[in-house]
């Protein structure tokens, strides 16, 4: 007898278990449905059924009861993006590009201390970045071209030490490059083009070694590029053009194995490293790629 009650409550366990997997607390289901709400949800390409589980939602990423990501882009989102997000504390990927999205970016989503990937370009997103990013411990991936972000990159960029991706290209961005840029040892592409950013760039680039793709093209940038950006041996991509630059000789030593496209407004560097013979089709990385959660 004993043994057959043991089975029976072992079912009924295992019942219950399966009937709950997928589901997410209160507080996670209540930010999706701010989303859903503050983004004209009824109006998205392919809206959520309210009534249905939150485990049939389209772009929603649950992992043993946990929101992981959301997967929204192209979807026709029109609003602002709500504080309450800070609730989806297991976020590891928040995919929103190309959609209609305007106001500031919530600060509460620097704070999520799992998050990975932020992709919100080409929207109409307003405001400044964040001065701190001391919480973002996770994030790889900080995308906001062609937005309308205002101010300055903040110094406490340089806190978000696990970044590899950083695109800020078509905002209002202006004033210098914070030094603090040289301590993200893992960035691989930094894409500025297209801002209103100015000044001596005061940063060591050469420490930077991981770096594939720079983007400083269309600022008001002066003086000479720093002499450690010739170091770079990993360049693939590099474009210079339309700053105030004195020089950017410093680059007549760049190892040249593996790069694919070299602009700037020096001809004989243009010449030097075949601009002829290189791609002229990308002013700046805004292709577009699902990201992985």
């Known amino acids: 007898m004993k043994g057959f009650i043991e089975r029976y409550l072992l079912i009924i366990f295992m019942i219950c278990a399966f009937s709950l997997e997928g589901q997410t607390s209160k507080a996670e289901k209540e930010a ?11 109006q998205w390409d392919i809206p959520w059924d309210l009534t249905k589980s939150e485990t ?9 009861g ?12 029109e609003g602002k993006i709500p504080s309450s997000i800070k609730n989806l504390k297991n976020l590891r990927v928040l995919n929103m590009a190309f959609n209609k999205l305007n106001g500031e970016i919530p600060a509460e989503l620097f704070a999520l201390t799992k998050l990975k990937s932020i992709r919100l370009e080409m929207n109409s997103l307003t405001g400044s970045l ?21 101010g300055t990159i903040p110094n406490g960029i340089g806190d978000a030490e696990t970044l590899r991706i950083l695109n800020l290209s078509s905002n209002y961005l202006e004033g210098k490059l914070p030094k603090s840029i040289a301590q993200l040892k893992n960035l691989e592409s930094l894409e500025l083009f297209g801002n209103k950013l100015s000044g001596a760039i005061d940063v060591e680039l050469g420490e930077l070694q991981n770096l594939k793709e720079l983007v400083l093209s269309y600022n008001r940038f002066e003086g000479n590029l720093p002499q450690s950006t010739a170091s770079l041996a990993n360049l693939e991509f590099v474009q210079l053009q339309g700053n105030n630059f004195r020089s950017i000789r ?8 593996g790069l694919a496209t070299f602009d700037s407004d020096d001809e004989f560097l243009n010449i030097q490293f075949g601009k002829e013979n290189r791609s002229k089709t990308r002013m700046a990385t805004n292709t577009f790629e699902d990201s992985k959660d």
């Open 66 to 77: 946990q929101v992981v990501a959301l997967h929204l882009h192209k979807n026709g989102l």
């Open 56 to 64: 049939t939602w389209q772009g929603v990423v649950i992992e043993n």
């Open 250 to 257: 410093s680059l007549q030593n760049l190892r040249t194995e």
């Open 32 to 42: 999706l449905k701010d989303i859903y709400d503050q983004t004209s949800g009824e």
């Open 130 to 150: 964040p001065e701190s990013f001391v919480s973002a411990k996770s994030l790889e991936e900080l995308s906001l071209f062609n937005n309308q972000i205002e």
